[in-house]
């Protein structure tokens, strides 16, 4: 079923389902939107796929459709996780081995004994590179991966957990690239291995021109010198409350960046994560699912303990799994445990919950620099699915 609003909201939306399009819709009357894209997977099946809004300010010139793609931000670490699960499935990588089996280089300065699970769960100690950076740096891989070599652990590797914002997505993607038997980048092996539509480092200037530009409220105060600041900001290169600025550039558009540039769209993201748990039925074709069940019980195997707090993200607690998700637990009691995923800055966020066979996701152009967790829109959004599954026999 197509649908058109005064918010200007197009999409499919299958039987059983139009809520969700009235609460996509809400979000945007209640100002919370400007443009945003919204897909959910059904026990294989898109049963969801809404697009609104516009991608200009002045919510008047350009529309966002579903040819628009949008930076996700850390919703990115998600898909990141999902290609390092494809190479452990495929026996190319162990989460349980060190890094430097994989690459030699790396296992210096105290990382000798960092496994490929401590730093996908944020345990490695190395959330930030210890010199001043510029967009420059970050956007030079080469230079990125040896500052990394050269790194030193901020605490025991393993011991405890912080967040590494962008750090994990450079060694990371190393790894990928290195193990590899064609020894693709990063780029290159997530667009042929879990979907076109999905880029990280556009080259492409006929695709840039669909990517939808940021709006980003102002953050009132700053940290300019803790932790938290020199982790999220890459050691002050992208620095926070500047996303729209720094974002919006075409080099960032250009540039590998595996943990915070990933650019898409809802749709995508949705059916990376219904790959990632089961089979996909679309355009009468059968999509096999990507991941053994064994492969993904031991990614998504929550190894962040009870109550630890995260040391780089202002000490609120944060959990991760064994392969890089985010574990939501009982976020969402009418879904049960079990839920994988990630979220990004602003507002963004895809996962899983693989009991209900369902996945989800959510992009948006306003960002809500607040907004570390599951954002109020999605929230919003989660309650019409709640309602959905206690009250149809679906």
């Not at 040819?67 to 990588?93: E, P």
């Not at 296992?107 to 930030?128: C, F, N, Q």
């Not at 079990?338 to 507002?347: K, L, N």
Request: with cysteine; charged share 20%.
């Amino acid at each position: 079923m197509s649908t058109l609003s005064n918010n200007n909201i197009y999409g499919y939306v299958a039987e059983n389902w139009t809520s969700i399009r009235d609460a996509f819709e809400q979000n945007f009357i209640n100002r919370l939107d400007i443009g945003a894209s919204l897909s959910i997977y059904h026990r294989g099946k898109c049963v969801v796929d809404l697009y609104g809004g516009w991608k200009d300010l002045e919510r008047k010139k350009q529309p966002y459709t579903s040819d628009t793609l949008q930076i996700i931000f850390s919703t990115s670490k998600g898909i990141l996780s999902a290609a390092i699960a494809l190479c452990v499935d495929r026996g190319w990588l162990n989460y349980d081995e060190p890094i430097r089996k994989y690459w030699p280089e790396f296992g210096t300065h105290g990382k000798e004994d960092i496994i490929i699970s401590d730093l996908l769960a944020h345990r490695a100690g190395l959330p930030y590179v210890s010199q001043s950076l510029t967009v420059d740096d970050v956007c030079n891989w080469p230079k990125m991966i040896s500052l990394l070599i050269n790194e030193k652990p901020h605490w025991k590797p393993g011991s405890t957990h912080g967040y590494h914002g962008h750090t994990i997505g450079y060694i990371a993607g190393e790894l990928i690239h290195r193990v590899d038997p064609q020894h693709r980048s990063y780029s290159q092996f997530v667009r042929d291995e879990l979907d076109q539509e999905y880029y990280v480092g556009i080259s492409d200037n006929d695709i840039d021109k669909y990517v939808a530009p940021l709006f980003e409220k102002a953050i009132e105060e700053e940290m300019p010198d803790s932790i938290a600041d020199q982790t999220l900001s890459c050691s002050g290169a992208l620095p926070l409350g500047q996303s729209q600025m720094i974002y919006n550039k075409p080099e960032i558009h250009r540039a590998m960046l595996p943990a915070v540039n990933g650019i898409t769209n809802a749709r995508t993201l949705a059916r990376i994560y219904s790959l990632l748990i089961g089979d996909v039925y679309e355009n009468e074709k059968i999509l096999k699912c990507l991941l053994s069940q064994k492969t993904l019980s031991e990614a998504i195997k929550n190894i962040t303990p009870q109550n630890e707090l995260d040391q780089t993200l202002y000490q609120i607690p944060t959990t991760f799994s064994k392969g890089g998700f985010q574990i939501y637990g009982d976020s969402f009691p009418v879904f049960g445990d079990g839920a994988f995923g990630h979220t990004g800055y602003g507002g963004s966020c895809a996962f899983a919950y693989p009991s209900q066979q369902l996945t989800y996701a959510y992009i948006c152009n306003q960002l809500d620099p607040l907004s570390f967790t599951i954002d109020i829109r999605t929230k919003h959004i989660i309650q019409a699915i709640e309602n959905i599954l206690k009250h149809q026999a679906i």
